[in-house]
């Protein structure tokens, strides 16, 4: 069983950064597809980011230039830095894991087998 948990949320002021890390325990992420999902109130859920094992990275518009995922799967860890935060940034963001071997990623989110419980992002002056 493959358990993620996300930290590095808070409030940031529009135009800030910050750093999402997600740890994941419990089997070898290097088999995995990750993928960063955010759900703002009254919502659906949108795909963010997601990286492949071979590093191919994909974004949402909303984010490109932004945001920048990556990967170092000898800690475990994903991350995704957020640059030049929006108020429409506002969200739970959630990472999530695909066993998947391809050198490819989606941001569908209905392949993703494992989530962590979220990390609120709060862009507000």
């Known amino acids: 069983q493959l358990r993620l948990v996300e930290s590095g949320g808070g409030l940031v002021q529009p135009g800030g950064s910050l750093r999402l890390s997600c740890a994941a325990s419990?089997?070898?992420?290097?088999?995995?597809?990750i993928g960063w999902f955010r759900q703002a109130p009254g919502k659906e859920r949108e795909g963010v980011s997601c990286?492949?094992?071979?590093?191919?990275?994909n974004y949402a518009d909303s984010v490109k230039g932004r945001f920048t995922i990556s990967r170092d799967n000898a800690k475990e860890m994903v991350y995704l830095q957020m640059n030049r935060l929006k108020p429409e940034d506002t969200a739970v963001y959630y990472c999530?894991?695909?066993?998947?071997?391809?050198?490819?990623?989606?941001?569908?989110?209905?392949?993703?087998?494992?989530w962590g419980q979220g990390t609120q992002v709060t862009v507000s002056s």
């Open positions: 990286i492949s094992r071979s590093g191919s990275t």
């Open positions: 419990g089997l070898t992420l290097d088999y995995y597809v």
């Open positions: 999530a894991a695909d066993y998947n071997l391809s050198s490819v990623c989606g941001r569908s989110s209905v392949p993703y087998e494992y």
